[in-house]
């Protein structure tokens, strides 16, 4: 099978941090750029971040920039995003998806999508 398979979602105060990961089984990442994104309820699709295929360029959402980092591990199969001063407005169900460029904070071209993983923030 191939698929993209998020997890390090939960329930987090504000102020807190959490790193998500996303790890592909069935192909390899390293070919691939690897952008997240994020939902909330009643809310559009947004693009928080994405990351080149190399882990060398890498995009943020300006709403994430400064507290969201996102990097990769090819060796691991895995990308990860970092999740720093939460608030609120974090509060979303946060996706992976495999790619073949960034655009801004999205990934584009995309052959997988991650199922997702719930990141609540509240105290």
């Known amino acids: 099978q191939l698929q993209l398979v998020e997890s390090g979602g939960g329930l987090v105060q504000p102020g807190g941090s959490l790193r998500l990961s996303c790890a592909a089984s069935g192909f390899t990442l390293d070919r691939y750029v690897i952008g997240w994104f994020r939902q909330a309820p009643g809310k559009e699709r947004e693009g928080v971040s994405c990351?080149?295929?190399?882990?060398?360029?890498?995009k943020y959402g300006d709403s994430v920039k400064g507290r969201f980092t996102i990097s990769r591990d090819n060796a691991k199969n895995t990308v990860y995003l970092q999740m720093n001063a939460l608030n609120p407005e974090d509060t979303a169900t946060y996706y992976c998806a495999a790619g073949h460029y960034c655009l801004g904070s999205r990934s584009g071209g995309i052959n997988y999508w991650g199922k997702g993983t719930l990141v609540t923030v509240s105290s």
């Open positions: 990351i080149s295929s190399s882990g060398g360029s890498t």
